[in-house]
């Protein structure tokens, strides 16, 4: 797995992490950027410091698998010869070894590799890579692992929840008994039948479950806020 010496890559991670990655080993130039910074001006900014001719953006907790290291390789190599300046790259969330490709957990595609030219902005609310010529789509995909445990799903859905609850009601909103209690049916309908999350079997079933689960917290929260402002009001 080698480049031609004129078609080097760079790769930008998007990470909070400085730590050297093996994954990354075979790419001439790795640029840190920092991913509480991340914003369109700031992968701009990256993009013109990277010194080689093609660039890989990634993001935190996405690695990237030997066989995608190659396509990747195999891809620069004849990029010129097939007339392509660029590809979308799939990502797929992987937690204890399986891959999801619906429900809210879904496979998204992105262009992620090109050469050194083009602009990122913001387009309905996502941040995106253009610049022209013609691209393709990878076949193997990014592994994106956002938690490494089961422990660290729960904490971080935990803290998330809170967060969502408190915005929530600083904001004035208010949640309902009967909603606490039918929200997450709705959720989950969502995310296994609407977002063909059965297509991924049992996993995508505990998946539709975990996102209901989420739901109630969230709205459990909020409920459990206005009842304590109500009791501060009935105490005064």
């Given at each position: 797995m080698s480049l031609d010496?004129?078609?080097?890559?760079?790769?930008?991670l998007i990470s909070k992490n400085k730590t050297p990655r093996k994954d990354l080993a075979w790419c001439d130039q790795v640029i840190i950027l920092d991913a509480i910074k991340d914003c369109a001006e700031n992968r701009n900014q990256a993009l013109k410091q990277a010194k080689n001719r093609w660039v890989l953006f990634l993001k935190e907790n996405e690695f990237v698998s030997r066989e995608l290291a190659k396509e990747v390789t195999n891809f620069i190599n004849?990029?010129?010869?097939?007339?392509?300046?660029?590809?979308?790259?799939?990502?797929?969330?992987?937690?204890?070894?399986?891959?999801?490709?619906?429900?809210?957990?879904?496979?998204?595609?992105?262009?992620?590799?090109?050469?050194?030219?083009?602009?990122?902005?913001?387009?309905?609310?996502?941040?995106?890579?253009?610049?022209?010529?013609?691209?393709?789509?990878?076949?193997?995909?990014?592994?994106?692992?956002?938690?490494q445990n089961l422990a660290q799903l729960l904490t971080t859905t935990n803290q998330q929840t809170t967060i969502k609850a408190q915005r929530a009601h600083q904001h004035q909103k208010k949640c309902p008994i009967f909603w606490v209690v039918f929200s997450p049916w709705t959720t989950f309908k969502k995310s296994f039948f609407l977002k063909l999350g059965f297509l991924d079997g049992s996993a995508g079933f505990i998946l539709a479950t975990l996102e209901a689960f989420k739901t109630f917290l969230v709205n459990s929260k909020l409920w459990l806020l206005g009842q304590q402002k109500k009791t501060i009001r009935a105490d005064n």
């Amino acid at each position: 797995m080698s480049l031609d010496k004129k078609n080097q890559i760079s790769t930008i991670l998007i990470s909070k992490n400085k730590t050297p990655r093996k994954d990354l080993a075979w790419c001439d130039q790795v640029i840190i950027l920092d991913a509480i910074k991340d914003c369109a001006e700031n992968r701009n900014q990256a993009l013109k410091q990277a010194k080689n001719r093609w660039v890989l953006f990634l993001k935190e907790n996405e690695f990237v698998s030997r066989e995608l290291a190659k396509e990747v390789t195999n891809f620069i190599n004849l990029a010129d010869q097939k007339g392509y300046t660029g590809a979308q790259i799939i990502s797929k969330r992987v937690f204890l070894e399986q891959a999801f490709n619906y429900g809210a957990w879904f496979a998204k595609k992105e262009i992620r590799l090109g050469r050194r030219v083009g602009e990122w902005s913001k387009k309905n609310g996502s941040l995106v890579w253009n610049f022209p010529g013609q691209k393709t789509i990878l076949a193997n995909f990014l592994i994106h692992r956002p938690y490494q445990n089961l422990a660290q799903l729960l904490t971080t859905t935990n803290q998330q929840t809170t967060i969502k609850a408190q915005r929530a009601h600083q904001h004035q909103k208010k949640c309902p008994i009967f909603w606490v209690v039918f929200s997450p049916w709705t959720t989950f309908k969502k995310s296994f039948f609407l977002k063909l999350g059965f297509l991924d079997g049992s996993a995508g079933f505990i998946l539709a479950t975990l996102e209901a689960f989420k739901t109630f917290l969230v709205n459990s929260k909020l409920w459990l806020l206005g009842q304590q402002k109500k009791t501060i009001r009935a105490d005064n």
